[in-house]
């Protein structure tokens, strides 16, 4: 059955030293990568709703998907609310250390407080508050507003930078081609397409009435999947009626509670920005790290190609299963979770995580939130996916 059924139905080294180093290092790094994984799900789409539905003309599920498809929306600026639950244990700033550490690895220099791939890592647990700009491809901005800091990362043709005013820090790197965008998400369109992907046969697509939106009037886009098994229970999309952009988005778990994410503008304005939004030149006085070109996934682009799996360890991504059930596997080449003396001054982390289980794989251990989970058999294998324990199990069944 197609998704939109009716006007009112419609519906992811050279040495041996080398190779081992970075496969011990996703032993531990692929537990926090769960967390990368969600802050995909943030980006800068939504926000918080006025009170009111207003009365706007009727409208079909397919005729909105294909609004938003269209929307040619390139300027926007606005503070954007994110609110994240992903039901993770108290991680004291770890798996921020734990991805810049593994981003230093893997770019073979020193880290930096202001180095996107670590910092964004932030948007994963907990309340924050967002100021957006966007200018077309060639230039976007966002600033997470913090206690008497900030810290922002700008998009300006080929230059992306990275500060962090607390420590005076800046992080420099390049984009390969001037127009393309950077590892900072830009609009909330950007997100929105994302969530759409998963628009298939196994998906319900509903228009689910209107919404008042930063001061804006919505149609709200209700996408839920047909398949069981998934954690993912709704996705809620509310979108200008003007400018078809997507100003509003929460992700609701299937297994109830409040949601897992619930990101929107408080206050936003189509305007063009001024020029000076995107300009930046280190302070006297900062720290400046050279990083490399924007070619490798972070937090914002957790999903490697085969060539960046391959170059940090694995043996390149497969998927198991379809629609909101499919489940990406790698091989890290390691030994699996270490437990023990082994696991150090992790232990109690990957712990506080780590649900043990056995099957005909073997063993191993599922690290849980309230939307990715994920398995890491005891011979190296990684099976992670919105799905449930029972469906991760499964799926490494079927390949062991």
Known sequence: MAP?????????????DQRAGRRRAARYVVPVAVTGVAVATIGLVPALADSGSPDLPKISAEQLVQHIAESDTEQLSGT???????????????????LAGAAQD?????????????????????????????????????SLLQDAAEYSVIHNGKDVWGYDSKSNEVYHSTTAESGKAADVPATPKDFA????????????????????VAG????????????????????????????WTPLKFTLTPAGGGAAVVDVGFTQVSFA??????????????????????????????????????????????????????????????????????????????????????????????????RLINALITEDGKVYVGAVTEDALVKAAESRG
């Open 4 to 16: 939109y059924e009716s006007d009112e139905s419609t519906t992811a080294a050279e040495s041996d």
């Open 80 to 98: 954007v609310r994110v609110n994240t639950d992903l039901g993770l244990p108290d991680l004291g700033g770890l798996e921020s250390g734990l």
């Open 106 to 142: 893997g770019a073979g220099g020193e880290g930096s407080a202001a180095d996107p791939s670590a910092r964004l890592t932030e948007l994963a647990s907990g309340t924050h508050t967002l100021r957006v700009a966007a200018d077309g491809p060639d230039r976007q901005k966002v």
């Open 193 to 212: 397409e994302q969530a759409l992907k998963a628009v298939d046969d196994t998906t319900s697509v509903t228009v689910d009435g209107t919404a008042r």
């Open 216 to 243: 804006r009037d919505t149609y709200k886009l209700l996408i839920k999947p047909k398949q069981s098994g998934t954690t993912v229970g709704a996705i809620s999309i509310a979108v200008d009626a003007k400018t």
């Open 272 to 369: 063009r920005p001024a020029a000076s939004t995107f300009d930046f030149a280190p302070p006297k006085g900062a720290k400046v790290t050279q990083g490399d070109s924007h070619e490798h996934p972070t937090a914002a682009q957790p999903f490697e190609t085969e060539e960046d799996a391959a170059a940090r360890g694995t043996e390149g991504m497969n998927t198991i299963g379809e629609g909101w059930n499919a489940i990406a596997t790698f091989d890290t080449g390691g030994e699996g979770i270490p437990s023990g003396e082994e696991a150090g001054d992790f232990g109690g982390f990957l712990d506080s995580l780590g649900d043990h289980v056995s099957g005909k794989f073997g063993s191993g251990t599922v690290f849980e939130t």
